[in-house]
């Protein structure tokens, strides 16, 4: 743990110099919440969705969301145009594929994505990952069905094939980069009794990605942070009401130079 504590000191560090720009196209469900969590981790939120200004957007910021949670044909069209300006300049792109498989519009948008921008870190549930993958899973609007082991060789698999590090949330999380395999037991059961909490982590993700580690290291110790401060969050909080309000502030603590959180990261 002693390497997870250093990467989280080196990279709260240099956010907090940096103060890194995060470009978010995401869905009008958590984009209060989403740009909340990203100042409380020291990073600086921007929701520009238009096609007018999305390229202008993603040539100056540190890093790019894009998210498919509410889509519509401009969203799309810009999210292809910003993802593509940001691959070109070297700003890492984190893709969101909510409810991949729920419906045709999803999974096809995904795949024009993954094939035209090439994400550099995709985070999404089992099912959407599974489905992303080629593989046949069950979901529920944009919840995961799925029980039981997972398929480990097929997330590797589609790292390797998508040249993305995948983070497959869950209660453990398993992030990737086709090679090694990481997983990340911090958590709480809170997280699925509020609407956004996966499209907040992706946001933590990209704030840490900014950060310049290795996008592997960056995304675990991204989804680390992100549920050692929920675990500390349902300890005082009543219920997901006040859950929220506490998350934001033990974000906030840890980014401040607070006590880090008790991280659970491991190989394998």
Not at 166 to 171: A, L, W
């Amino acid at each position: 743990m002693a390497k997870w504590q250093q990467l989280l000191g080196e990279s709260r560090k240099t956010i907090g110099d940096k103060r890194p720009l995060v470009h978010h196209i995401t869905n009008y469900v958590v984009m209060n919440l989403t740009a909340n969590v990203t100042l409380a981790l020291g990073g600086s939120p921007v929701m520009a969705h238009d096609v007018d200004e999305v390229e202008e957007m993603a040539s100056f910021a540190s890093s790019l969301v894009l998210n498919i949670g509410t889509l519509s044909p401009r969203w799309i069209e810009a999210m292809l145009l910003a993802g593509k300006k940001a691959k070109a300049r070297g700003v890492p792109v984190v893709f969101d594929p909510v409810g991949a498989g729920a419906t045709s519009l999803r999974t096809e948008t995904c795949r024009k994505i993954l094939s035209e921008v090439r994400p550099d870190i995709i985070r999404g549930n089992r099912a959407e990952i599974t489905i992303l993958a080629g593989a046949v899973a069950r979901i529920s609007g944009v919840d995961s069905l799925e029980t039981g082991e997972e398929p480990l060789e097929l997330y590797r698999a589609f790292a390797r094939e998508s040249g993305a590090v995948v983070c497959v949330s869950g209660p453990s999380d398993r992030v990737t980069d086709g090679e090694r395999m990481l997983r990340v037991d911090n958590g709480h059961p809170l997280f699925g009794r509020v609407t956004g909490m996966g499209c907040s982590a992706t946001s933590a993700i990209a704030v840490f990605a900014a950060a310049g580690s290795r996008l592997l290291d960056a995304t675990a110790l991204a989804m680390g942070v992100f549920g050692a401060c929920g675990e500390e969050a349902a300890a005082v909080a009543h219920g997901p009401g006040t859950f929220v309000p506490a998350l934001i502030d033990a974000l906030h603590r840890v980014s401040g130079g607070g006590t880090p959180p008790s991280l659970r990261i491991t190989e394998g």
